[in-house]
């Protein structure tokens, strides 16, 4: 199985000798490969209006997708925040829809929008929210996907590093068995 972790796992990683380290240690942990992802700096989450804002495109993509060829304008699929917007119903209304314009799929988990620890943005594991990764890896696997699966998952602060990397390739490994 590829498996890749984006880098943004770790967070407040500002100086060149943190990325390598973070990099080494993505290596040894066993991930085939490494998407290098810096996208923020500070906390960002986005607000639930933003997340919403989405539904509007939907049609402004299909215009696009129908004016340009799948080679030339594809789609990033983010699973925890298509779960923000769309509950389950975002494997109908994104994956399934757009899986021939897969060029991009950012995995992780969140329980939908809550107080409760995994509710929001919180880019937690695959299995650790409540998105029916069984129906949507049977989905992405008929897609055009063919790059390997990029986990987009932050480590809590109390967890050592190697730990938590061990239990994201665990995760991936169960998210690809299903």
């Known amino acids: 199985m590829d498996l890749a972790i984006a880098t943004d796992y770790r967070g407040g990683l500002s100086k ?10 993505i290596a040894e942990a066993g991930f085939s490969h490494i998407h290098w992802c810096f996208e923020w700096t500070g906390d960002y989450y986005y607000s639930k209006a ?4 989405i539904r509007e495109w939907m049609e402004q993509f299909d215009l696009l997708f129908a004016r340009y060829p799948k080679e030339f304008l594809g789609f990033c699929l983010d699973t925890g925040h298509a779960n923000l917007v769309w509950g389950d119903s975002f494997i109908e209304v994104l994956a399934e829809r757009y899986k021939d314009r897969l060029f991009s799929i950012h995995m ?3 329980k939908g929008w809550g107080d409760e620890p995994g509710c929001g943005d919180a880019h937690r594991l695959p299995g650790e929210g409540n998105i029916d990764w069984k129906r ?3 989905v992405l696997r008929t897609s055009a996907y063919e790059l390997p699966w ?18 994201a390739k665990e995760a991936g490994a169960w998210m690809d068995c299903q």
């Open 136 to 138: 949507l890896m049977g």
């Open 150 to 167: 990029t986990l987009e998952v932050g480590k809590p602060e109390e967890e050592e590093v190697a730990a938590y990397l061990k239990r």
């Open 50 to 53: 933003e997340m919403y804002q």
């Open 16 to 25: 060149i000798e943190d990325r390598e380290t973070c990099l080494r240690e």
């Open 108 to 110: 992780h988990d969140n």
